[in-house]
Nanobody, 119 residues
Framework: QVQLVESGGGLVQAGGSLRLSCAASGSISSINGMGWYRQAPGKQRELVATVTSGGITNYASSVKGRFTISRDNAKTTMHLEMNSLKPEDTAVYFC?????????????WGQGTQVTVSS
């Protein structure tokens, strides 16, 4: 079984910063790609940023230049540094990972962490 646990969400004023973290645990052989997604009220879940096991990153155009995704050396923890936050960044942020276990490849999701940006 694989668990992804997010932390670091909260309330911040526009222009402020937050740092989200996602820790993976369980019966993990390795983790391929990891990413952050977000879902605002009444909207579909959307990609924010992804990072491969080799460190290649990809960002949604709406966050490029403001957000930075990273993984630790053990590659089981991922972070999202969010700067110059805007009210439209308000959403529940979800961690996602393609986890290889003894049973095969699992697409795993965290429970989400709320980010609220006030104007």
């Amino acid at each position: 079984q694989v668990q992804l646990v997010e932390s670091g969400g909260g309330l911040v004023q526009a222009g402020g910063s937050l740092r989200l973290s996602c820790a993976a645990s369980g019966s993990i052989s390795s983790i391929n790609g990891m990413g952050w997604y977000r879902q605002a009220p009444g909207k579909q879940r959307e990609l924010v940023a992804t990072v491969t096991s080799g460190g290649i990153t990809n960002y949604a155009s709406s966050v490029k230049g403001r957000f930075t995704i990273s993984r630790d050396n053990a590659k089981t923890t991922m972070h999202l540094e969010m700067n110059s936050l805007k009210p439209e960044d308000t959403a529940v942020y979800f961690c996602n990972a393609a986890v290889r276990t003894m049973l095969g490849l699992i697409n795993s999701w965290g429970q989400g962490t709320q980010v609220t940006v006030s104007s």
